[in-house]
């Protein structure tokens, strides 16, 4: 079993719809949850770290996280052309620096 | 958020020769930097954690003697890439964690690096 496990898609949302990318992890002692954005050919860019249980919103996207579940997700409203890319999901253990990553979801915002 | 810079952005070398690729935190300091590489279509590998003042520590199967880190300041790490080869063109790409509170990583734009 992979570490942590997304859906690699492609998802396909038409635009102004909602985008839901969901992530799960392996190891219960993870503490820092994060979702990177990678356009194609450019290198990963934060969108959202989450540390908690609950949601956490920024503008259009929001974080979603369950500890007892093992399971992350970001959830984008209203999803625009350029949010077409791929979405990577990666997490931190306690005292561990290095990101552990999922493979990715290719998301594709349909106009 | 943070920002991280890397050069050059992209380089063509010959075979045999080594290539230097700096990467720096420009609005903070950070004691550990990362080293990734990318094959297309690929996910990100890492290849090396890098601390300020002490030896980088390399994933295993990457040749420390192959690909050289110094991690010399607060806001810079260097990767060279020494008697480079064909099958060392990739994407390679730093990043560096941000200390105090949460420790969140930041991407350089990354160096896209052909050897001919």
């Known amino acids: 079993q992979k570490e942590v496990e997304q859906n690699s898609g492609p998802l396909s949302v038409p635009e102004g719809a909602i985008a839901s990318l969901n992530c799960t992890y392996s190891d219960r002692g993870s503490q820092s949850f994060f979702w990177y954005r990678q356009y194609s050919g450019k290198s990963p860019e934060l969108i959202m770290s989450?540390?908690?249980?609950g949601d956490k919103e920024d503008g259009r996207f929001t974080a979603q996280l369950n500890k007892a579940s093992q399971y992350v997700s970001l959830l984008i409203r209203d999803s625009q052309p350029s949010d077409s890319a791929t979405y990577l999901c990666?997490?931190?253990?306690?005292?561990?620096?290095?990101?552990?990553f999922g493979q990715g979801t290719r998301l594709t915002i349909n106009p | 958020g943070a920002v991280v810079s890397q050069h050059p952005s992209r380089v063509i070398c010959k075979s045999g020769t080594s290539v230097k690729i700096e990467c720096r935190s420009l609005d903070f300091q950070a004691t550990t930097m990362f080293w990734y590489r990318q094959f297309p279509k690929q996910s990100l590998m890492l290849m090396a954690t890098?601390?300020?003042?002490?030896?980088?520590?390399?994933e295993q199967g990457v040749e420390k003697d192959k690909f050289l880190i110094n991690h010399a300041s607060l806001t810079l790490s260097t990767l060279t890439v020494t008697s480079a080869h064909p099958e060392d063109s990739s994407f390679y790409i730093c990043?560096?964690?941000?200390?105090?509170?949460?420790?969140?990583?930041?991407f350089g734009p990354g160096t896209r690096l052909t050897v001919t």
């Open positions: 990043s560096a964690l941000t200390t105090g509170g949460n420790h969140e990583q930041y």
């Open positions: 989450i540390y908690s249980n």
């Open positions: 990666a997490v931190t253990s306690q005292g561990a620096q290095k990101l552990v």
């Open positions: 890098s601390n300020e003042g002490s030896k980088a520590t390399y």
